[in-house]
Nanobody, 119 residues
Framework: QVQLVESGGGLVQPGGSLRLSCAAS????????MSWYRQAPGKERDLVAT????????NYADSVKGRFTITRDNAKKTVYLQMNSLKPEDTAVYYC????????????WGQGTQVTVSS
């Protein structure tokens, strides 16, 4: 069955770094665009970063540009989010998403990993 399993979250001080990973299985990873979303308590789920299926194109939310980097390894079926210069406002549950258009959008979601930025 389809699985997206996030890891790498935790508690970090402001200014610190974390690297999130999302391991995929049960579908053809290399033909899906991959994204990271986040949801803070009481707020909507927001798009953080997207990478195309080949890795040739990336997009970022303005709030994370220059601090976060999304990459993927299609051989390992894994997408990463390197987060640097973390701020308290980055605190959220981070979700991995796989998306592809096949006459309609097909979306797969992970269970999320908590990132807390606090001193």
């Amino acid at each position: 069955q389809v699985q997206l399993v996030e890891s790498g979250g935790g508690l970090v001080q402001p200014g610190g770094s974390l690297r999130l990973s999302c391991a995929a299985s049960g579908f053809t990873f290399s033909i899906y665009d991959m994204s990271w979303y986040r949801q803070a308590p009481g707020k909507e789920r927001d798009l953080v970063a997207t990478i195309s299926n080949t890795g040739g194109s990336t997009n970022y939310a303005d709030s994370v540009k220059g601090r976060f980097t999304i990459t993927r390894d299609n051989a390992k079926k894994t997408v990463y989010l390197q987060m640097n210069s973390l701020k308290p406002e980055d605190t959220a549950v981070y979700y991995c998403n796989a998306r592809r258009w096949v006459t309609r959008w097909v979306d797969y979601w992970g269970q999320g990993t908590q990132v807390t930025v606090s001193s």
